[in-house]
């Protein structure tokens, strides 16, 4: 998936085309960031929202700010409250929760955030508790986790924290092609269970 700016530099929009050079989302945004996990900040009308990589715009633009997704989740703002979504665009932490949201990094153990209620700083952390397979934590097992587990094999979108350990589905300490495999005989219903 590349990006394409058409027209004018300065008053351009901005589209995706997928490889073979075909349009897979119209030039209407102002700007689109680069994809991480699978998706892509992208810019309209001074609001932002999301891009998936065939081009949708899957989480409408909606925002004021935005950020990369990491491990499922990702810090949005909108009238000045800021809140926690998962890729399916649900509020994991709702808006108003905190006033300011800052993504700290991963460690071992999952996402942290910086977290400002009423003026005082925190910390959250290791939220949601995810599901084996459930790699980007939005409650279901489909093929969005499967397309995760993959992208992580071929290097491209690496998985770190709890994602990571949602996508170990047996459980062996590495994510390779038989949690892949796990995952998509789980989809089309061949296991039940990991
Ligand atoms: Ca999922
Ligand atoms: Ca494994």
Redesign the pocket.
Same mark, same amino acid.
């Given at each position: 998936m590349g990006r394409v700016l058409k027209g004018d530099f300065n008053i351009g929009k901005w589209g995706l085309v997928n490889k073979t050079g075909q349009l897979a989302a119209p030039c209407e945004y102002d700007q689109i960031d680069n994809f991480y996990e699978g998706m892509a900040e992208a810019q309209k009308n001074n609001l932002w929202g999301y891009v998936d990589t065939t081009g949708q715009e899957v989480i409408s633009c909606q925002y004021d700010f935005t950020d990369n997704f990491y491990n499922g989740l990702a810090v949005v703002s909108k009238g000045g409250q800021y809140g926690l979504i998962n890729t399916a665009g649900d509020e994991v932490v709702p808006m108003g929760t905190y006033q300011n949201i800052v993504y700290v990094g991963t460690v071992t153990e999952g996402s942290f955030y910086w977290v400002e209620q009423n003026g005082k700083w925190g910390i959250i952390g290791n939220i949601p508790d995810r599901d084996l397979g459930d790699i980007n934590a939005d409650g279901k097992i489909d093929t969005t986790d499967a397309r995760l587990a993959l992208q992580h094999i071929v290097g491209k979108n690496v998985l770190t924290g709890v994602a990571l350990a949602a996508a =170990? !589905? =047996? $459980?062996?300490? $590495? !994510? &390779?092609t !038989? &949690?892949a495999r796990l995952i998509l005989q789980y989809i089309v219903k061949k296991i039940d269970k990991f």
């Amino acid at each position: 998936m590349g990006r394409v700016l058409k027209g004018d530099f300065n008053i351009g929009k901005w589209g995706l085309v997928n490889k073979t050079g075909q349009l897979a989302a119209p030039c209407e945004y102002d700007q689109i960031d680069n994809f991480y996990e699978g998706m892509a900040e992208a810019q309209k009308n001074n609001l932002w929202g999301y891009v998936d990589t065939t081009g949708q715009e899957v989480i409408s633009c909606q925002y004021d700010f935005t950020d990369n997704f990491y491990n499922g989740l990702a810090v949005v703002s909108k009238g000045g409250q800021y809140g926690l979504i998962n890729t399916a665009g649900d509020e994991v932490v709702p808006m108003g929760t905190y006033q300011n949201i800052v993504y700290v990094g991963t460690v071992t153990e999952g996402s942290f955030y910086w977290v400002e209620q009423n003026g005082k700083w925190g910390i959250i952390g290791n939220i949601p508790d995810r599901d084996l397979g459930d790699i980007n934590a939005d409650g279901k097992i489909d093929t969005t986790d499967a397309r995760l587990a993959l992208q992580h094999i071929v290097g491209k979108n690496v998985l770190t924290g709890v994602a990571l350990a949602a996508a =170990d !589905v =047996d $459980k062996s300490g $590495k !994510v &390779d092609t !038989v &949690d892949a495999r796990l995952i998509l005989q789980y989809i089309v219903k061949k296991i039940d269970k990991f």
